[in-house]
């Protein structure tokens, strides 16, 4: 008979194979010389890649997102890093509420969360428009961004500020001087966090978006609903490859940045 | 001194205040917004009758139709999260258990799918359970059956890819709980005469719920308020709710049918998480984002 254990790492390794077959599947596809974009196998080719990067409306659709991605991470890293600063270094009334609205929007089905946005905005008269999109992505993203940001500010001691403050610093300098280095790389996590969420989001983006606007993902959508074409493979490998790369690259800039700044300070 | 007093005691309202304001200014009052909405009445030339009327929700809560696919969609969520407590709680268990040197790795793993997007991981099923897909290839090339089976398109598919999106949500949820509970415990089970499989019940397990009820709601809350996952992986009847509300709101542009319709979803789901906040505390979710 096998022991607990041993049936507990075959489970683990199914696991693994069920969460990685299907991606692993798209990128085996992409490189499909199969002008279906399907079984069997028919060699090996670079053809849906050069269909992807001729395609203006993916290429659009690319730059949309990014653009969206970027402005998202800013402005809710931003909000959100000042926020979770409140949260962890001061006490005050109502801090309870306040920590369950700032993490509100993820509870909140976000269906209903893209309705009440929507309507809202129609009400003031305002369009659908590139705005919109933004504002709603950044408070969808926001609460990550505070929950991410809050739970590694937690773990930096209170007695550099107060140390920083006690040889003169004013709460700006140390904040700017000692707080802040120190927590970039929670903040930089925040800001990737809210960029791929905002990058992935299609949800509120249905809801959102003026008519003509595509994102990557409501793109893939729109060509899903013709059929699944090696495109859309394509497309899924450079994602996949794009969302690994990301965070390793993040975290070699964070690596080298913070090189930098010993060997600057010896 | 008593300035800067009152000035330490303005400095979290101000740091707090942009976060505050951007989620009042933008779901708060949005959200009353579409209370008064579902109370407004479409007419047939298409313009929206301000006023108080009841008919939206006398429509979504006494029609069938709504509540059958209301019931379809709290089904396929519960399907889904308990599909996710089990396959989830085991590479958890694993990960936090093996004395591997590739732990951090192996969690890194489990998390990866997190970062790939939720569209692609979606439609990739089509690739593998259509007609052309993998599976069918595969059962062909080996002879077990001549033509492809289609495997897509029914309420299987449509838990079946909400598992695949939702999982890595319960397992870290779960690792989170399982990692922070002292080894010490389940070995003086063991010494006190427990086999291991009892030292589990009644010590791993307990402590390790938490973690299991916070992935769990999450699941849940996810699975419910769906509504890509049945268009692409569910056939003609397979819609959910969310797909009833954006049929409403988009497609027929009847915006106070389509609010109605949103605040029973959320009035449901809301329920569970102030259900569970009460017993267990919105700080659980916190935790796996450390």
Redesign the interface.
């Given at each position: 008979m096998m022991s607990g254990w041993s049936v507990i790492r075959i489970a683990t390794i199914l696991v693994y194979l069920f969460l990685f077959a299907p991606v692993a599947v798209v990128i085996l596809l992409a490189f499909n010389a199969n002008q279906f974009g399907s079984f069997p196998i028919e060699g090996f080719s670079f053809r849906w890649f050069e269909a992807l990067w001729n395609n203006d409306a993916i290429v659009r659709a690319f730059k949309t997102s990014l653009l969206l991605g970027v402005l998202t991470a800013a402005i809710s890293t931003t909000l959100g890093t000042l926020a979770a600063l409140a949260m962890v270094r001061y006490d005050f009334p109502g801090k309870r509420t306040i920590s369950t609205l700032l993490v509100a929007p993820i509870l909140i089905p976000e269906v209903v969360l893209a309705v009440a946005l929507l309507l809202f905005l129609q009400f003031l008269s305002m369009p659908k428009s590139f705005g919109l999109l933004l504002m709603g992505h950044v408070v969808f993203t926001l609460p990550f961004v505070v929950l991410v940001v809050q739970a590694r500010l937690v773990s930096i001691r209170r007695d550099v500020e107060e140390a920083a403050m006690s040889l003169g610093a004013t709460p700006v300098q140390t904040f700017f001087e000692v707080t802040l280095p120190l927590m970039l790389p929670a903040v930089m996590a925040g800001m990737l966090f809210a960029f791929t969420i905002s990058f992935d989001d299609i949800t509120g983006t249905l809801f959102w978006k003026p008519g003509g606007v595509e994102t990557v993902p409501t793109q893939i959508f729109a060509m899903l609903r013709n059929s699944i074409s090696p495109e859309i493979n394509a497309l899924g490998a450079v994602m996949v490859m794009f969302t690994i790369a990301l965070p390793i690259v993040a975290a070699s800039i964070a690596r080298v940045m913070a090189m930098r700044k010993t060997s600057a300070s010896k | 001194m008593a300035a800067d007093v009152a000035g330490?005691?303005r400095?979290?309202?101000v740091?707090?205040s942009?976060?505050?304001a951007?989620?009042s200014l933008?779901?708060i009052?949005?959200?009353l917004?579409?209370v008064v909405?579902s109370f407004w009445l479409r007419t047939a030339t298409g313009a929206d009758q301000v006023g108080f009327y009841l008919d939206n929700w006398i429509e979504v809560l006494g029609d069938r139709f709504y509540r059958d696919i209301l019931f379809q969609t709290l089904l396929i969520a519960f399907y889904t999260t308990v599909i996710c407590a089990f396959?989830?709680y085991?590479?958890a268990?694993?990960?936090a258990n093996t004395r591997m040197k590739s732990k951090a790795f192996l969690l890194l793993?489990?998390v990866?799918?997190f970062?790939?997007?939720?569209?692609?991981?979606t439609?990739?099923?089509?690739?593998?359970l259509?007609t052309?897909?993998?599976l069918?290839?595969l059962l062909i090339s080996i002879g077990i059956i001549d033509d492809p089976v289609q495997m897509l398109y029914n309420q299987q598919t449509v838990v079946l890819g909400l598992v695949?999106y939702l999982?890595?949500f319960m397992i870290l949820n779960v690792y989170v709980s399982l990692d922070g509970i002292d080894k010490n415990l389940t070995e003086a089970a063991q010494s006190l005469g427990c086999t291991?499989?009892q030292a589990f019940r009644e010590v791993t397990l307990p402590l390790s719920m938490p973690g299991l009820a916070a992935g769990s709601l999450l699941c849940f809350?996810l699975a419910?308020?769906?509504?890509?996952t049945p268009i692409?992986l569910g056939g003609p009847r397979d819609a959910m709710f969310?797909n009833l509300?954006?049929e409403a709101?988009?497609t027929q542009l009847n915006?106070p049918l389509?609010?109605a319709l949103?605040?029973v979803?959320?009035a449901l789901?809301?329920a569970l998480?102030i259900i569970y906040?009460r017993y267990l505390g919105?700080d659980q979710?916190?935790?796996s984002?450390?």
């Amino acid at each position: 008979m096998m022991s607990g254990w041993s049936v507990i790492r075959i489970a683990t390794i199914l696991v693994y194979l069920f969460l990685f077959a299907p991606v692993a599947v798209v990128i085996l596809l992409a490189f499909n010389a199969n002008q279906f974009g399907s079984f069997p196998i028919e060699g090996f080719s670079f053809r849906w890649f050069e269909a992807l990067w001729n395609n203006d409306a993916i290429v659009r659709a690319f730059k949309t997102s990014l653009l969206l991605g970027v402005l998202t991470a800013a402005i809710s890293t931003t909000l959100g890093t000042l926020a979770a600063l409140a949260m962890v270094r001061y006490d005050f009334p109502g801090k309870r509420t306040i920590s369950t609205l700032l993490v509100a929007p993820i509870l909140i089905p976000e269906v209903v969360l893209a309705v009440a946005l929507l309507l809202f905005l129609q009400f003031l008269s305002m369009p659908k428009s590139f705005g919109l999109l933004l504002m709603g992505h950044v408070v969808f993203t926001l609460p990550f961004v505070v929950l991410v940001v809050q739970a590694r500010l937690v773990s930096i001691r209170r007695d550099v500020e107060e140390a920083a403050m006690s040889l003169g610093a004013t709460p700006v300098q140390t904040f700017f001087e000692v707080t802040l280095p120190l927590m970039l790389p929670a903040v930089m996590a925040g800001m990737l966090f809210a960029f791929t969420i905002s990058f992935d989001d299609i949800t509120g983006t249905l809801f959102w978006k003026p008519g003509g606007v595509e994102t990557v993902p409501t793109q893939i959508f729109a060509m899903l609903r013709n059929s699944i074409s090696p495109e859309i493979n394509a497309l899924g490998a450079v994602m996949v490859m794009f969302t690994i790369a990301l965070p390793i690259v993040a975290a070699s800039i964070a690596r080298v940045m913070a090189m930098r700044k010993t060997s600057a300070s010896k | 001194m008593a300035a800067d007093v009152a000035g330490a005691r303005r400095t979290p309202w101000v740091l707090l205040s942009p976060s505050l304001a951007t989620i009042s200014l933008l779901l708060i009052v949005p959200m009353l917004f579409i209370v008064v909405y579902s109370f407004w009445l479409r007419t047939a030339t298409g313009a929206d009758q301000v006023g108080f009327y009841l008919d939206n929700w006398i429509e979504v809560l006494g029609d069938r139709f709504y509540r059958d696919i209301l019931f379809q969609t709290l089904l396929i969520a519960f399907y889904t999260t308990v599909i996710c407590a089990f396959v989830g709680y085991i590479p958890a268990y694993f990960v936090a258990n093996t004395r591997m040197k590739s732990k951090a790795f192996l969690l890194l793993l489990l998390v990866l799918p997190f970062w790939i997007s939720y569209i692609i991981r979606t439609m990739s099923w089509i690739n593998i359970l259509g007609t052309s897909g993998a599976l069918n290839t595969l059962l062909i090339s080996i002879g077990i059956i001549d033509d492809p089976v289609q495997m897509l398109y029914n309420q299987q598919t449509v838990v079946l890819g909400l598992v695949h999106y939702l999982l890595p949500f319960m397992i870290l949820n779960v690792y989170v709980s399982l990692d922070g509970i002292d080894k010490n415990l389940t070995e003086a089970a063991q010494s006190l005469g427990c086999t291991g499989f009892q030292a589990f019940r009644e010590v791993t397990l307990p402590l390790s719920m938490p973690g299991l009820a916070a992935g769990s709601l999450l699941c849940f809350v996810l699975a419910a308020g769906t509504y890509i996952t049945p268009i692409v992986l569910g056939g003609p009847r397979d819609a959910m709710f969310a797909n009833l509300v954006f049929e409403a709101i988009v497609t027929q542009l009847n915006w106070p049918l389509g609010s109605a319709l949103s605040l029973v979803l959320l009035a449901l789901l809301g329920a569970l998480v102030i259900i569970y906040t009460r017993y267990l505390g919105i700080d659980q979710i916190a935790k796996s984002f450390k």
